[in-house]
């Protein structure tokens, strides 16, 4: 039985790209069908790209080398917890889910900012401040442009993630390999 510290140092030291990175796609597609689309169609683009991010890290994850379903790796407790912040980003669209009901321009701002509290808990199991800087940021800049541009949501906060997100995965590449040298 390996240590809980030591199951740490491993998840610590993984790449951590398939996720970003597919949450980048996602939040991408809503900021495209923000441009183009009428905001009836954004909507349940939002809904269905951002409820997809999972599974799309799964499928990314086989060609970034992190192979999230890989059953020939050892078991590690942090994925266990991991999976928890996801399943809590899941449930937080209990919250946005209402305000969209009553304001439907206010799904990027509900989203993004529940779902970004994932990063919290991910930073304290690093032990790396990238998931504050991620979680901090992505709150103030989506509040923030929420009020600053209200007819453009679900163009300017959708870029703002992936941006967000851009920054994030260098911060996070370039992490991974001051560890490796």
């Known amino acids: 039985m390996r240590s809980l510290e030591k199951q740490r140092i491993e998840f610590a030291n993984r790449k951590f790209l398939a996720t ?8 991408f597609l809503v900021g495209l069908s923000g441009l183009f689309l009428p905001d009836r169609i954004t909507v349940w683009i939002l809904f269905i790209a951002t409820g997809s991010i999972v599974y799309l890290a799964l499928f990314i994850s086989k060609y970034t080398g992190e192979n999230f379903l890989d059953k020939s790796k050892p078991k590690n407790v942090f994925d266990g917890l991991f999976l928890f912040t996801v399943a809590q980003a899941v449930l937080v669209y209990a919250i946005a889910i209402p305000f969209f009901l009553t304001d439907y321009t206010s799904l990027p701002l509900t ?17 790396h401040w990238i998931g504050i800087f991620h979680a ?18 679900f163009v300017i906060i959708p870029f703002t993630i992936v941006f967000i997100y851009t920054i994030t995965m260098f911060i996070l590449n370039k992490r991974t390999k001051k560890s490796t040298l």
């Open 20 to 27: 970003p990175l597919s949450g980048l796609l996602a939040w």
């Open 136 to 153: 901090v940021l992505r709150t103030v800049l989506i509040v923030l442009f929420w009020y600053l541009f209200p007819e453009q949501r």
């Open 111 to 127: 989203v993004g900012v529940l779902t970004g509290t994932m990063w919290l808990p991910f930073s304290w199991i690093i032990k």
